[in-house]
């Protein structure tokens, strides 16, 4: 076993931010989709638990509005797990997540989604700038 002095840090290349990358745009650009494709889920009335239940898996699985982006989603999570192997958990791990909200906001907005003005667009700058800071920390 290599002890902790051996073990050389996970190198930031040009491959690790671009997986990073890719598994951002692949959550965050599911997500609007996602929430389009269960619309009408919260109207699903049973008379039992059971039948709940059944209604709303039922609706879920057989809408492919819904499983599409789901699959491409739950395949971003498969991709954030080899990445993780090959980068540092402090770099993979933030910068992922909060590229995560830029890309739902902007899918949301290239889907005809309202937002709030400028604040989300201050905050999509915010992100990203905070986002290549750590990614310059981790590179230099």
């Known amino acids: 076993m290599d002890s902790p002095e051996n073990t050389a840090p996970a190198s930031v290349d040009i491959y690790a931010v671009l997986s990073i990358l890719l598994v951002a745009i692949m959550w965050g650009a599911t997500n609007p989709f ?3 494709g269960s619309i009408g889920y919260n ?8 039948g709940q239940l059944w209604l709303e ?3 879920l699985i057989t809408r ?5 982006p789901l699959v491409i989603n739950q395949l971003g999570s498969i991709v954030y797990v080899l990445t ?3 980068t540092e958990l402090s770099l993979t791990v933030p ?12 899918t949301a907005r290239l889907l005809g989604e309202r937002q709030s003005g400028w604040k ?3 905050g999509m700058t915010l992100v990203i700038l905070g986002t290549v800071i750590c990614g310059l920390d981790k590179m230099l």
């Open 95 to 106: 910068m992922a997540n909060s590229l995560t909200f830029v890309f739902t906001a902007i």
């Open 64 to 68: 492919w509005q819904y499983l599409l």
């Open 57 to 59: 898996v039922r609706f």
């Open 43 to 50: 109207e699903l009335k049973a008379d039992s638990k059971l």
């Open 84 to 86: 993780l192997q090959r």
């Open 120 to 122: 989300i667009y201050c």
């Open 34 to 36: 996602i929430k389009r």
